[in-house]
Each structure stands twice: as structure tokens, then as C-alpha cells.
């Protein structure tokens, strides 16, 4: 099926049916109703998926360096249009396009480091959050001279019709969201767990001083953190854009409720960042359906600010987050 069939489709995560779309409620009364619930609750979690993936990586720099990447976003603009530049273009198969989107913008996150945070090194962190934000920018308007205004669109992963689930729609395309996200999950947690780079950049997320004395390459780790990040959110570019296109001004919106879910989860918690993301995205799902596709994008913000007003260490963070020099 198409890309541009499945945007149309009832359970593409960024276009939650309206009301006045859904199956008689009045007609077929209790039944209608159940599956209206079940419909919204995969397009949540579909988009939660993602936005949890954007939520990990700005978790990964956070943990690091201790600064907000506000580029998050663009990187997961950047995987959906190179995947989408590689198939269109050069006619690759969609996995190779996978790859060389993801490698793509791994490149633009050890560029982003190696040449601009690294040189800004003994600026604040404040400078350097400004900085991320001016890269952010400075990215969107690339990318609106590289692929112009117009979103793109990248073939489903697998073909086949929708899967039908209590009269439910569940697109093939979904569960390789799910697939590749819990593949995502899963490589980081034995990478820190256990892989020597990976304990290595929590030991400087832990103590950058100590680390260095230790012998740790601590420069080394941030840009790692950078390119890793980069690459996941990518990854998320991706396998979003069979369902929902992909365009120069998506990225912004995409940073923002990731951040928010960053945030509610608690800066740092990747298992926290998962849970959150599922929240919002469920929240803004049913949101969409029963009150109105207009208020959604202000769910992310509300909760954001509900974080921030009462528990601003998130649902599992110790304490308050502070933002210190790496």
C-alpha cells in the first residue's frame, strides 16, 4: 500500500480520525464504540513509539554532556527525507535507503559536534542549548533548499492489506514501528549494560572529572553521544514516514513533544522516556478522536507543563534536573 493511501488511513499516527469520521456510534452502539477505543489506542501508541525514540536521544546527550540537543528533531526530519531521497533518486531497495539514512545522519551529528559543540567547549551550557537551537534552525532551512516544501513519501516496509484486529485497522507498517523501536530498546540496553563504551559514557554522564582521570576519552564519548543519537533518531525518521510523509517543517513539532516526553519520563531515564512517550501519544490519540484533531499537538505542551510545574525530576527521576558544564 502506498504512502500516500496509508496517510489517509484511519490509524496514521499524526491523522487521528475526527469524530464525525468514525463508524456510527448511534447505529451499532457499544460495539462501534470498543472499536473506536482500540483504533485510537494503536494510533497512540504508534506515535508514542516514536516520540519515546526522540525522547532517548536526547537522553543520551543529556546523559553525557548534561545539555537539551534541540537539533533532536531534525535529526528525525533528516532520516525520513534521506530514506526517501535514496529510494526516489537512486531507486535503492527501502532497507539500503534504511541504512544509508541512518548513516547519513550519524554523519550530521559527528559534524555537529566535531565542529560546532566541540569548539564552543568553554561556553555555558546555556550557550551551548542556544547553540543546539541555532543548529536546529540552521538544518529545517537546508533541508527546505535540499527537498523544497513539498513532504515525501517512502514506500511501506512490507506489502500486504491492513490486518484486522476487533474491527480495528492495523497497518503491516505498524508493527515495524513497534519492531524496530523494540530493537532499538533492547541494542542500548546491552550497550550500556554491557559494552565498554557504553559503561564508559555512563561514567562520564556519572562524573566527567572522574572519568578523565580514569583515563576515559570523555571528548570521545560526546561525540559517540552525538552520532548514536543522531542515528536513532533517524531510525525513527524513518520508519514514521511510510505512514505519515515527511517533510522540512516536520522535525520542529517532533523535537517538542519528544522533549516533552524526555522530560515527564525524567532527563536521563530511557525506561522512563518509553513510558511517557506511550503516555502522550495515547493522550493525544484520544484526543484527536473524541474531542478535536485541532488540540492535539497541545497535549505534548500541557503535560510538559505539568511536569515542570509538579514534579519537574519527571515520573522517575530522583530530583530536579539540573543543568550543569561537561
Known sequence: MGAR??????????????????????????????????????????????????????????????????????FVMLGGLFAAFFVGSFHFPVFTA????????????????????????????????????????????????????????????????????????????????????????????????????????????????????????VRRMVLLSFILSAAIGAAAGVIITPISLMDYDRGAMLGLKGFGAAVLGGLGNFYGALLAGTILGLAESYCAGYLSSGYKDAVALIFLLLALFFKPEGLFGSEAAKLKKF
Open 5 to 74: 493511501t496509508l496517510i489517509n488511513s484511519p490509524i496514521s499516527a499524526f491523522s487521528v480520525c475526527q469524530p464525525k469520521q468514525r463508524a456510527g456510534i448511534t447505529a451499532t452502539g457499544g460495539n462501534a464504540l470498543g472499536t473506536d477505543l482500540l483504533q485510537y489506542a494503536i494510533s497512540g501508541l504508534t506515535v508514542g513509539v516514536i516520540y519515546a525514540m526522540v525522547a532517548i536521544g536526547y537522553n543520551i546527550i543529556y546523559n553525557v554532556t548534561e545539555i537539551i540537543n534541540f537539533a533532536q528533531g531534525e
Open 98 to 217: 534504511f541504512a544509508l539514512a541512518v548513516l547519513s545522519t550519524g554523519c550530521v551529528g559527528f559534524a555537529m559536534e566535531r565542529f560546532i559543540i566541540r569548539r564552543a567547549r568553554n561556553a555555558g551550557v546555556l550557550s551551548l542549548i542556544i547553540i543546539t537551537i541555532a543548529v536546529s534552525i540552521l538544518l529545517k532551512g537546508s533541508a527546505m533548499l535540499g527537498y523544497g516544501k513539498d513532504p515525501h513519501c517512502l514506500p511501506a516496509f512490507s506489502t500486504g492489506g491492513p490486518i484486522m484486529i476487533a474491527g480495528a485497522v492495523l497497518q503491516p507498517q505498524v508493527l515495524w514501528i513497534f519492531g524496530v523501536s523494540s530493537l532499538v530498546v533492547i541494542a542500548l540496553t546491552f550497550f550500556f549494560r554491557r559494552s565498554l563504551y557504553g559503561k564508559a559514557m555512563l561514567a562520564c554522564a556519572d562524573n566527567p572529572i572522574a572519568a578523565r582521570m580514569a583515563g576515559i576519552p
